[in-house]
C-alpha cells in the first residue's frame, strides 16, 4: 500500500445526531473523533479538502432519502468534496490524486473505484481547485445540461430562470445567452440579490419575488409568453410561471427550493392544465443520466468562462466546525453563488 498519513491525527466527524422533521438546524449533528481508517484491498482513503453545499443534502436526510440512500443516525453527513489521495489499495487512484465526488463531513473517507460512483481524478488545471465543486461540479454542470439539452433553448428565445442567485442559476443564465436566447429573466430575493443577477452575464432583466408582483413583471417583460422556464423552485412560482408560458413552451423542473425539501413528497402544479391547452414541454434534470457526458459539459463551459459568458461565484468558509451551522442557509437567504467550506490545504 502506498501511504502519506499522519499517524498522530484523528480524523474528526460529523456525525447525523437526531432526523430533522422540519427545517434542519445545527443540533441535528453531533462532533466525533475516530481513528483514520485503513483502505482494505481495493480501497482508496482520501484526505478531504472542500465540502461543497447542496439544497439535495436536506433530501437526503428524509426517511425516504429521494434519489440516493437516506443517511441514518450516526453516519457521517454525505456531501459533494475535494480531497486529496494519502494512501491506495486500488490501482485506479494514485497519492497525491485530487479527486471530486461524493464524500462526508469527515477528515477522512474511504472509497473504491468499482464502486457505484466513483471519485473522479481531477486534470491538472489552471483555475482554483474549488471550482471542481462549483462551475464544473453539480451547479455549473445541471445548468449546462438543463438549458442546452433540457430546455434546448435557441436563439430568439424568452428564458426565465428561477434561483438565479444560486449555484445552478447564477451560470444559467449566460449559458441561455451563449445559446442565442433574445431576453433572459433571472428571479431572485430582495433588491441587493436582483440587483446582483443583473451583474451576472446573459441577464437582461430581473424579478425581485419578494417584492414584485411576479405575474405582472411577467406580462410587462414577456409580452409573448415565456418560451423556456428552468425552475429551481416550484410551489407557487411555477403555478405563476405556467400561466405565463408562450404556446409550445418548455418548462424543466430542477429542483423546488420553496418546499425546503423537508419531506420527498411536494404539492404538484395546480396550473397544469396549461401544460395541455399550450401544448407545453415539462421536463425534469438529474445530472447523473449525464454521468457520461460530464467531461463534454466541462469543457464548453470552460471555454465559455474564457470568454468571459460565464461569471465563477463562489463563497468560501474556513473551518471543519462549520460545518452544521453551513447546511441551514442554503434555504435561508445564503450569498449568491456556490457555498464551499474549505477542511484542509492540499499537500
Ligand atoms: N436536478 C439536479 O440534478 C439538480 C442539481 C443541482 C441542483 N438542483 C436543484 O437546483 C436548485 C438550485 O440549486 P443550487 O445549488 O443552484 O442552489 P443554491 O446555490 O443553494 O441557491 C438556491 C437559491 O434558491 C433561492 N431560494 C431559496 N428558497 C427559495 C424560495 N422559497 N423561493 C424562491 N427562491 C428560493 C435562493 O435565492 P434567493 O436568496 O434569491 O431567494 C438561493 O440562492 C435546488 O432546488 C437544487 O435542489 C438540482
Known amino acids: 500500500m502506498s501511504q502519506a498519513t499522519d499517524p498522530a491525527a484523528v480524523n474528526r466527524q460529523w ?14 449533528f453531533r462532533y466525533h473523533e475516530a481513528a483514520i481508517p485503513e483502505p482494505a484491498e481495493g480501497e482508496v482513503l482520501v484526505r478531504t479538502l472542500y465540502f461543497g453545499f447542496d439544497a439535495s443534502q436536506r ?49 477522512y473517507v474511504l472509497a473504491r473505484s468499482d464502486g457505484p460512483m466513483p471519485l473522479r481524478v481531477l486534470p491538472k488545471a489552471d483555475y482554483p481547485l474549488s471550482w471542481n465543486l462549483g462551475v464544473f461540479g453539480v451547479g455549473g454542470l445541471t445548468a449546462y445540461f438543463g438549458v442546452v439539452d433540457g430546455l434546448k433553448v435557441k436563439p430568439g428565445d424568452t428564458v426565465v430562470i428561477s434561483a438565479a442567485t444560486g449555484a445552478t442559476g447564477s451560470l444559467a443564465g449566460g449559458i441561455a445567452k451563449a445559446l442565442g436566447a433574445k431576453t433572459v429573466i433571472g428571479i431572485a430575493g430582495g433588491p441587493d440579490k436582483s440587483r446582483w443577477v443583473l451583474e451576472q452575464p446573459g441577464y437582461d432583466a430581473v424579478i425581485d419575488y419578494k417584492n414584485d408582483d411576479i405575474a405582472e413583471r411577467l406580462k410587462e417583460l414577456c409580452p409573448n409568453g415565456v418560451d423556456a422556464y428552468f425552475d429551481n423552485v416550484g410551489g407557487d412560482m411555477l403555478d405563476t410561471l405556467l400561466v405565463h408560458m408562450a404556446p409550445l413552451g418548455r418548462v424543466l423542473i430542477c429542483g423546488a427550493m420553496s418546499s425546503g425539501y423537508t419531506e420527498v413528497q411536494v404539492p404538484g402544479p395546480k396550473n397544469y392544465m396549461q401544460i395541455c391547452t399550450k401544448q407545453l414541454t415539462m421536463q425534469g434534470i438529474l445530472l447523473f443520466f449525464y454521468r457520461d457526458q460530464l467531461a463534454d459539459g466541462a469543457a464548453q463551459l470552460a471555454e465559455w468562462v474564457a470568454e468571459g459568458r460565464l461569471h465563477v461565484a463562489e463563497r468560501i468558509i474556513d473551518g471543519f466546525e462549520n460545518a452544521p451551522a453551513l447546511l441551514p442557509t442554503m434555504f435561508s437567504g445564503k450569498e449568491p453563488g456556490k457555498l464551499l467550506l474549505r477542511v484542509a490545504d492540499q499537500d
Do not use: C, N
Not at 15 to 28: D, G, I, K, M, N
Not at 61 to 69: A, E, I, K, S
Open 15 to 28: 456525525l447525523l445526531a437526531e432526523r430533522p422533521t422540519a427545517a434542519v438546524t445545527p443540533e441535528h
Open 59 to 107: 433530501i437526503w436526510l428524509t426517511d425516504d432519502g429521494g434519489y440516493m440512500p437516506s443517511i441514518q443516525i450516526g453516519e457521517p453527513m454525505r456531501t459533494m468534496g475535494i480531497g486529496q489521495v494519502v494512501a491506495t489499495r486500488d490501482p485506479a487512484y494514485s497519492v497525491g490524486d485530487l479527486v471530486e465526488g461524493f464524500m462526508s463531513w469527515q477528515d
